[in-house]
């Protein structure tokens, strides 16, 4: 079966899940991982360090990995996260 | 060193860094998962598939592996997850 040279959608697109985490860089505040820790510790919990994230799992036709990887980059850079403050993971399965 | 038997804090505990992952149950309505497909169509990046979820690293002191999985239950279970529409993933690193 012919392989599209462009990546444009054809039968050589493959499924690929990839999973994007996005949390926040070092050194910014994280208010609702303190309210959190604070509510753990009134329950009876308390905990060295807490830190929150955002993951989203996204199925992707490409190409190959290299494609869908670069895919949710873009995904990343445009929509979901903030570079100011955010730090993101792309891992593709 | 003695092992302190009660699981109370003690000299004997160490650090465990544990990953909770909380996402909606199968067949639970995403409307923000939504919201982002749409927009990345209108990006011109489609998407076969997309769902989203909260994670948690939290450092935990514990006797052992076994106890900070049982706590980090115990905090999925009294603070984080909603049993009716949440399901939990665990993870002790």
Wanted: glycine residues 6%; proline residues 5%.
């Amino acid at each position: 079966m012919p392989v599209s040279p462009t990546g444009s959608w054809g039968m050589s697109d493959m499924r690929f899940d990839v999973t994007i985490t996005i949390a926040l860089k070092e050194g910014m505040l994280d208010p609702e991982a303190r309210a959190i820790q604070n509510a753990l510790a009134h329950l009876g919990v308390p905990t060295l360090s807490l830190s929150t994230a955002r993951r989203f799992s996204i199925g992707l036709e490409a190409a190959d990995r290299d494609r869908a990887e670069a895919t949710a980059r873009e995904i990343c850079e445009r929509l979901l996260a903030n570079p100011v403050i955010h730090r993101y993971e792309i891992e593709v399965a």
